[in-house]
C-alpha cells in the first residue's frame, strides 16, 4: 500500500479533478457501507471530522449511543477504476470507526483484527500474510438487474471461449484491478458453469481484507456492465460446485524470515507451522461460525464437489480443511479450504490467527496429516484415523463457537453478542420455512 499523506491525497485529488470521495467501512456481517462526500469536504474527512449513524449499521450500537466518526486510513486511497469511464471521476477511502470520546469502536471489524495483529505482535511475529481465492458465479439477470439462476456459460475447468463466455468480462475485472493497483497473478474459468476466480497477490493481513472487499465490489459493478449479475454465494445452485474462499495464511519473524518454513523437515514445514494447523484445527467447529456464517454455507461443506468436510490436514490432500501447497520457502503456507465469501474477512482473519496462535502457544504434539482421500473414506476408516467433521450446519456452528472462550475473546463481547443474536435469527427464520424440497416431497405422500 502506498503511504500517502493528508497532503498528497489533497493534491492528487486535485490534479485528477476527483469529484467525490467514497468513504468505506464494513458492517459486522462484512457488508461494505459508504457515506459520499463532495471532494470540498475531504480535508473535514481527512481531519476526522465525518460522522455518520452507528444505529443503522448490523452489528453496531444503540440508538441513544448513535454518532460515530470515520477515521479514513490513509494508506487506502484509491480512485476507483469503474467508476471514472463515463461520470466524474470518483475515490474511496477505508475508514476505522470511532467514538465521540476518541476511542476506536470496539465493534468495528477492521479494529478487531488490528487488536489481534497486536497481540500477534506479542508472539513475537513482525506480520500476518493473507491470500484470499474468491470463486464467484456470473448469472444472467432478470430485466430489473436482480439475478436468476441461470448461468452465464455451461464452459468447465480451464475452458476458454467461445465455451467460457464470460472470458471478456473476467478480462475487463483484472484490467479494472490492475488499474486500481492490485498485482494479478491469474484468472481462469472455475469447475462450475458460469463458475470463475480470479486471484491476485498475498499481503498483509489488514491490506488483504481491505482488498478483498475492494475486489467483490469490483467484480459485481464490471459484471452489471456485462449485464450479468456476480455473486459469492457458497452454494448458489444445488448439484454443482460452490464458492469457496480458500485462505492462504503464514506468519512472519521478526527477521523478515517465512516462520512456517523449515528446509531441514522432511515436509519443509517449520514445529511453529505444525503447531498453527494444530491450533486452526483445534478450534475447527467453533471457528466455522465464524468462516462459514450463513445457512447456505453449509450447504458447500458436503462431500463430492471438492470442499472440505473433514477437520485435518494434508501436504496436497484436497478433501482435508487445511492443505499445504507444494512450493516452500519463502512461499510455505497453510491453506485453509473451508472458509467461504460470505465472511467477513476481517474477523475470519482474525478467528484464525487467534486460533493458529492458540496452538502456537499451547499445542505441545501438534496433529499428524493424513494422505489418505477423505471423500472415500467410510466412517469406520475416519473414526480410527481420529477425524471428526466440520459441522453440518449454522446452528450446530453458532453452539461450538458459545463454547470456544478464545473466539469470543478474539471477536470482542460487544461483536460475539450481536453475532450470536443476527446468526440466531438467521437460523430460526430458514428453521421456520417450509421449503419447495418439502412440498415436493411430503404433500402428496401424506
Known amino acids: 500500500m502506498e503511504k500517502y499523506t493528508k497532503k498528497d491525497i489533497l493534491e492528487i485529488v486535485n490534479k485528477e479533478d476527483i469529484r467525490y470521495i467514497c468513504l468505506q467501512f464494513s458492517d459486522m456481517l462484512g457488508m461494505v457501507k459508504s457515506v459520499e462526500i463532495p471532494s470540498s469536504q475531504l480535508e473535514k474527512a481527512l481531519d476526522n471530522k465525518i460522522m455518520f449513524d452507528g444505529s443503522s449499521i448490523e452489528g453496531f450500537i444503540r440508538i441513544n449511543e448513535a454518532d460515530m466518526y470515520l477515521h479514513p486510513d490513509f494508506s487506502t486511497f484509491l ?84 465455451i467460457d463466455r464470460a472470458e471478456e468480462c473476467r478480462r475487463d475485472i483484472v484490467i479494472s484491478l490492475e488499474n486500481m493497483g492490485f498485482k494479478m497473478e491469474v484468472s481462469h474459468h472455475e469447475v462450475g458453469p458460469g463458475q470463475n476466480e480470479i486471484n491476485f497477490t498475498y499481503a498483509d493481513a489488514l491490506s488483504a481484507c481491505d482488498n478483498i472487499q475492494t475486489f467483490k465490489i469490483v467484480v459485481k459493478n464490471i459484471a452489471r456492465k456485462y449485464g450479468l449479475y456476480a455473486t459469492f454465494m457458497p452454494k448458489p445452485v444445488e448439484g454443482f460446485a460452490g464458492n469457496g474462499m480458500h485462505t492462504n495464511c ?23 507451522c505444525r503447531k498453527w494447523i494444530s491450533g486452526i484445527l483445534n478450534h475447527s467447529h467453533g471457528l466455522c461460525a465464524v468462516t462459514n456464517p450463513t445457512v447456505n454455507s453449509y450447504k458447500r461443506l458436503v462431500s463430492g464437489y471438492e470442499a472440505p468436510c473433514y477437520i485435518a490436514w494434508a501436504d496436497s490432500n484436497r478433501s482435508t480443511m487445511i492443505r499445504i501447497p507444494s512450493v516452500r520457502g519463502s512461499s510455505t503456507r497453510t491453506e485453509i479450504r473451508s472458509v467461504d465469501s460470505s465472511t467477513n474477512p476481517y474477523l475470519a482473519t482474525a478467528a484464525i490467527l487467534s486460533a493458529g496462535l492458540d496452538g502456537i502457544e499451547n499445542c505441545e504434539i501438534p496433529i499428524e496429516n493424513v494422505s489418505k482421500n477423505l471423500f472415500n473414506a467410510t466412517q469406520e476408516e475416519l473414526n480410527s484415523l481420529k477425524i471428526g467433521s466440520l459441522p453440518e450446519n449454522l446452528k450446530e456452528a453458532i453452539e461450538f463457537l458459545k463454547k470456544d472462550d478464545l473466539l469470543v475473546e478474539c471477536l470482542g463481547n460487544h461483536t460475539y453478542n450481536k453475532f450470536i443474536e443476527a446468526k440466531m435469527c438467521e437460523w430460526e427464520k430458514y428453521r421456520t420455512q417450509v421449503t419447495k424440497w418439502e412440498i415436493d416431497y411430503y404433500l402428496n405422500k401424506l
Not at 250 to 272: M, T
Open 79 to 162: 480512485i476507483l477504476d469503474w467508476e471514472n469511464k463515463t461520470g466524474p471521476k470518483v475515490a474511496r477511502l477505508i475508514c476505522d470507526v470511532y467514538k465521540p470520546n476518541g476511542n476506536p469502536f470496539e465493534g468495528d471489524p477492521r479494529y478487531i483484527l488490528k487488536r489481534n495483529l497486536q497481540k500477534m505482535e506479542k508472539f513475537g511475529f513482525s506480520k500476518f500474510n493473507v491470500g484470499f481465492e474468491a470463486e464467484f458465479y456470473l448469472l444472467k439477470t432478470k430485466d430489473n438487474g436482480s439475478a436468476k439462476l441461470e448461468f452465464s456459460d455451461h464452459g468447465g475447468y480451464f475452458d476458454m471461449a467461445p
Open 250 to 272: 503464514s506468519l512472519q519473524d521478526i527477521n523478515g524470515n517465512n516462520a512456517f518454513d523449515d528446509p531441514q523437515d522432511a515436509n519443509g514445514l517449520s514445529k511453529i
